[in-house]
Nanobody
């Protein structure tokens, strides 16, 4: 069993940048995962931001965030990152990371869907001032 810890949230001015971290703690040796970032929005309680598959750094994005948001990982440190550029007040919310064991055959499907993740961090708050 693993657990996740987010960090890097806080306050930033409009136009600034931020990088959130998601540390995957526990025994991950020999396992591959989807790691996803999600957030609360006025439209959705758990909106998908982006995700990756740890074996090969395959990344997935909805069209709504592509361009300003990017996901990456430091595989040696079992840490995933969410980089947000040109931040806007509407980016202000709680961001959470999640993980689920997976394989390459199913990753395209699983990594995109929050209901399929089974390990969640506690969330980190982001506030963008105008």
């Amino acid at each position: 069993q693993v657990h996740l810890e987010e960090s890097g949230g806080g306050s930033v001015s409009t136009g600034g940048s931020m990088r959130l971290s998601c540390a995957v703690l526990g025994n991950t040796e020999g396992r591959v995962y989807c790691i996803g970032w999600f957030r609360q929005t006025p439209e959705e309680d758990c909106a998908w931001v982006c995700s990756l598959f740890t074996d090969g750094d395959v990344t997935y994005y909805p069209e709504s965030v592509k361009g300003r948001f990017s996901i990456s990982q430091d595989n040696a440190k079992n840490t995933a990152f969410l980089s947000i550029n040109d931040m806007r007040p509407e980016d202000s919310t709680q961001y959470s990371c999640a993980a689920v064991k997976n394989d390459r055959k199913n990753s395209d499907y699983v990594c995109r869907r929050h209901m399929l993740y089974n390990q969640w961090g506690q969330g980190t708050q982001v506030a963008v001032s105008s």
